[in-house]
Structure formats: C-alpha cells, structure tokens
C-alpha cells in the first residue's frame, strides 16, 4: 500500500532530454527525502539526485549537476527529475526513494530511504 512508482524512461540519443517522475501511492511524499539512484548492468547503484524533506535542499552527482534537475509537486505527490544533456554513461535503470530524513552527507547512501520504485529504465545511445 505505501508505493513509489517510477515514469518517464525511454531510450533518446545523446544530447536530448528526460523528465522522470516518481509518484507515491498510500503516503505524501511532502515530508519525505527522496532520492533518485541508478544503477546500470554490472555495476553498483549509485545516488544521482535527492530533494531534501526537511528544507528543501537538493543534492546531486558530480556527473549530472548542471544538467539535471529535481523538483517537488506537492499537489501531485510527485518528484520529477529532468535530464538534460544525456550522455551514454547516463545508461541505467532509475530509482526513487523515500526516507525521513537526509543531509548533505548522507543522501546518496541507500540505507536511508525507506521506500523504492520498480525502476525506470534510461537508455542512451546513438
């Protein structure tokens, strides 16, 4: 009953844009962190951007900063993380989650959050 679920994935060539959105079903995500974690074949998940529940700060990967965004839509109990720029090494399947509470240090680990999507997968390729 208490669910994230992950949209917007697709396959787009090198240089085009995404916007993925997780939703939450049986919660309200307003007082949650959540984080968006990929995790491509082979190797390990790894934390890409979160948006802090406590104050709103947001966070995000070396890799994507400047290029990326996320966003809170309370009224549609939604976190949406666009990506802009793709790159090749952008290839993964894309988690949200949910968890209490985060900070500047602790976001990207995956022990923190409580609650996690299926997954969406991202590809991209020329």
């Known amino acids: 009953q208490l669910q994230l679920v992950e949209s917007g994935g697709g396959s787009v060539q090198p240089g085009k844009s995404l916007r993925l959105s997780c939703t939450a079903s049986?919660?309200?995500?307003?007082?949650?962190?959540i984080g968006w974690f990929r995790q491509a074949p082979g190797k390990e998940r790894e934390g890409v951007s979160c948006i802090s529940g406590l104050d709103e700060n947001t966070y995000y990967e070396d890799s994507v900063k400047g290029r990326s965004t996320i966003s809170r839509d309370n009224a549609e109990n939604t976190v949406t993380l666009q990506m802009n720029s793709l790159k090749p090494e952008d290839t993964a399947v894309y988690y949200c989650a949910a968890g209490p509470v985060v900070v500047d240090t602790t976001w990207d680990i995956e022990a923190e959050y409580d609650y996690w999507g299926q997954g969406t997968q991202v590809t991209v390729s020329s």
């Open positions: 049986g919660f309200t995500l307003d007082s949650y962190s």
